[in-house]
């Protein structure tokens, strides 16, 4: 073989060489690039797990912060609508209670108005209380304020009409004070025949005060001798809601010693113990 051929096959060899060299260097460069792409994929997905986890934990943080704001918003308005439930109910019971003392005294028609308005606010203002608390619950802090709102109702209405009755008292004792006999002559003849009707009362009297006497023929001539002495004051006097409310108190009770008053305040000192209890338990429970 001569040199030429030798050349010529050393050349061919060697072209061969290359040409595999070429596809293994490329199948290498292929392998890192793919590890290379999966080291950043790995990086890639850790990042967005991570980022994902941040997230997640600023939401949560931000949802524990305004749940936590919503609460003690929440609260704030609860506690807000028990106090002044709490307020109502009690200025009711006050205001029935200092009305019936100043109607002791001889109150202006002006002054009678203003209180009788001032009870009638008053209670105006405990039922709007009071639906304030139906609406923000619990049923367990609801359900004693309604009781509170029921029972002093009855009282306010009570104390109405014990009023009445302090006015007539009232009337009646200064009549009877009156230096002039021909003044005061009438009123102890009044007095003395509420007396009696009282004495009736106390005798023949049966069942629960609010039923009052029974419908006696002594009843009705006791009733009769209170009228006729009635008929005997000055016109202006007493007028007929005050002669009545003397002719009911003597022939049962005065109005706040009936039995509905002392159930009423007995049911608003009890309920306003549940109230106070239950309302402790939401707001710092």
């Known amino acids: 073989m001569t040199d030429m051929d030798l050349q010529g096959i050393g050349a061919v060899s060697a072209a061969a060489v290359a040409l595999i060299g070429i596809p293994a260097s490329v199948l290498i460069g292929r392998w890192q690039m793919k590890a290379a792409l999966r080291t950043a994929e790995a990086t890639h997905e850790a990042g967005l797990a991570q980022a994902r986890s941040a997230y997640r934990a600023a939401l949560d943080a931000v949802r524990a912060e305004a749940n936590a704001a919503r609460l003690h918003w929440r609260r704030g308005i609860q506690r807000e609508a028990y106090a002044s439930f709490l307020l109502a109910a009690n200025r009711v019971k006050e ?3 200092r009305f019936v003392m100043d109607n002791g005294g001889d109150l202006s028609a002006e002054r009678i108005r203003a209180g009788k308005d001032a009870i009638d606010d008053a209670l105006t203002t405990l039922k709007a209380t009071q639906t304030i608390i139906e609406l923000e619950g619990p049923d367990d802090v609801a359900g004693p304020a309604a009781g509170m709102t029921d029972a002093a109702e009855t009282m306010a209405y009570h ?7 302090e006015r ?9 004070n009156d230096q002039s006999q021909s003044v005061r002559a009438p009123a102890v003849e009044l007095m003395q025949a509420l007396a009696a009707l009282g004495r009736l009362r106390s005798t023949n009297s049966s069942g629960p005060d609010e039923l009052g006497m029974p419908d006696t023929p002594e009843t009705r001539a006791a009733v009769r001798s209170c009228q006729a002495a009635r008929s005997t004051l000055s016109p202006d006097a007493l007028d007929d809601e005050e002669f009545e409310a003397l002719l009911e108190s003597w022939q049962s009770r005065p109005p706040t010693a009936s039995r509905s008053h002392l159930d009423a305040a007995d049911q608003f000192s009890e309920a306003e113990t549940r109230f106070v209890r239950a309302a402790k338990i939401e707001l710092h429970g």
């Open 159 to 165: 104390f109405g009409r014990q009023a009445i009755y």
């Open 95 to 97: 205001l029935g209670e």
């Open 168 to 176: 007539a008292w009232g009337k009646l004792g200064r009549i009877m």
